[in-house]
């Protein structure tokens, strides 16, 4: 099997970059590839020869979506469909990465697979349109949801609580959204797993076992990194409602993802998002 992983400089792609290098043979590609060029696309897997394509590439910036609406479309619409095209010309399977996002729902039932899409901002909605362009554009495809991701690389929310955490006396979190934190190392593994098996195409949910709100999140990497020493002191953590925090994108207030469909057709093991973060705490030293 060779794989190719698009977005592989990003913080998921890196994290499956490194884990599937070490079992299996892989091409990658970043901002070198324009997988919104069809041309440059079909002519990367031609050359590259590729038996599954696995696409990590995104517009991830939520809020700037908002704004930078043709960026937003172009990476998340256009390039999901451009993907699948080229693929099912080779004849080759994909995996596609989407999100949370697409849904909005209500306490207290995580959100099935089919699940009605009911995105709430211009990523959200650029997303879904994404995810029905691939599967539109090549019948073998995965598509695999999945909700706040932090990892080893890049921006994200374990690492910026981390950093306020050391420099400030206080800190404020939104406490009335919820869902499921998840690490990017867990979900490269199942991605792997759904890639080196083929089986069962169509849409999976992957994040973390158990549900928080970002509040719950940031006392439980404050509760964990104080054991583990690598911050010095504890500072209040202030509960806010999303109301009261300034934000260009609405997010969705429940968007937890029920994961029953991955775990029956792959066999995936899920960890609680507190144990994953664990395990995750005690790299980043």
Not at 87 to 99: D, L, N, R, V, Y
Not at 142 to 170: D, P, S, V
């Amino acid at each position: 099997m060779k794989f190719w992983i698009t977005g592989s400089k990003g913080m998921l792609g890196r994290d499956l970059s490194a884990l599937a290098g070490g079992c299996f043979e892989i091409c990658e590609s970043d901002i070198e590839v324009d997988i919104t060029d069809e041309s440059a696309v079909f002519g990367y897997i031609s050359a590259n020869k590729p038996s599954f394509v696995i696409n990590c590439a995104a517009y991830t910036a939520v809020d700037n979506a908002e704004t930078e609406v043709e960026l937003n479309h172009k990476l998340n619409a256009i390039g999901p469909e451009i993907l699948g095209k080229c693929s099912a010309k080779a004849g080759i399977g994909i995996i596609h990465i989407s999100t949370d996002y697409v849904l909005n729902g209500n306490a207290p039932n995580p959100l099935a697979e089919d699940a009605p899409l009911n995105p709430i901002n211009a990523y959200g909605k650029a997303k879904a349109e994404g995810e029905a362009n691939l599967a539109n554009a090549n019948p073998n495809h995965w598509i695999i949801r999945t909700a706040w991701l932090y990892g080893f690389h890049g921006k994200n929310f374990a690492k910026t609580m981390l950093n306020l955490m050391r420099t400030k006396e206080q800190i404020s979190v939104v406490n009335d959204q919820l869902g499921n934190p998840t690490w990017t190392c867990d979900l490269a593994a199942a991605i792997l797993k759904i890639a080196e098996s083929q089986k069962h195409p169509g849409i999976y949910h992957f994040t973390g076992e158990g549900i928080a709100s970002w509040h719950d999140f940031a006392k439980e990497i404050q509760k964990q990194a104080l054991q583990k020493k690598l911050i010095e002191r504890e500072i209040p953590i202030l509960p806010v409602p999303s109301s009261e925090w300034k934000s260009l994108a609405k997010r969705p207030f429940w968007s937890a993802l029920d994961k029953t469909k991955i775990k029956k057709n792959f066999d995936v093991n899920i960890l609680t998002w507190q144990d994953s973060l664990s395990k995750y705490l005690e790299l980043e030293r």
